[in-house]
């Protein structure tokens, strides 16, 4: 038996019918284990800036392994959701930019936009990111992949400073 993934996901109001899509249909995989940091509904709004940290803090803290973030466009909660040490979010429009998120840059938050993703590709790309693992499909580029990664891992030293662990 594998370990579930523990996933955490959250929006705002512009991201929420997306959100709820997705929570829908991850809440029949038995692989998952869903952590739902909201909005419960359309009328209990919160912003982006207050909803993305939920999630990234919960990556940073390893509460959560992955996190997902839906807002209008994605971009606002991948801009929040990088500010912390340790999480790594992509926005992702389409099935081919949610693996490469993995593949490519090891991201462990995936960030879509409500206004430009429709229920159906979401839950697809959402499955298609959950279903990489970092490399895969570009083993020919593994060692550049791995090193660019420490790289940046690098720099987020720099910037953030030491882990507190």
């Not at 996933?7 to 869903?34: T, W």
């Not at 803090?57 to 909660?77: F, N, P, R």
């Not at 429009?93 to 993703?117: H, L, P």
Request: proline fraction near 4%; glycine fraction near 8%.
């Amino acid at each position: 038996m594998t370990d579930k993934i523990k996933l955490a996901i959250a929006s705002d109001l512009s991201g929420f019918p997306l959100k709820q899509a997705i929570v829908e249909h991850l809440s029949n995989r038995e692989d998952i284990e869903l952590i739902d940091f909201g909005i419960e509904s359309a009328d209990a709004p919160k912003p982006y800036f207050e909803q993305a940290p939920k999630v990234a803090k919960a990556v940073q803290k390893g509460e959560a392994d992955k996190g997902i973030l839906i807002c209008g466009t994605g971009q606002g909660m991948a801009i929040v959701a990088n500010k912390h040490k340790g999480v790594y979010a992509c926005v992702v429009d389409d099935i081919f930019s949610g693996e490469r998120a993995k593949i490519i840059n090891n991201a462990n938050v995936i960030t879509m936009g409500g206004w430009i993703t429709a229920p159906f590709l979401g839950t697809q790309i959402v499955d298609a990111w959950l279903s990489m693992a970092f490399t895969q499909k570009m083993e020919f580029k593994r060692e550049f992949l791995t090193n660019a990664f420490q790289q940046v891992q690098k720099l987020e030293e720099e910037t953030f400073g030491p882990s507190a662990d």
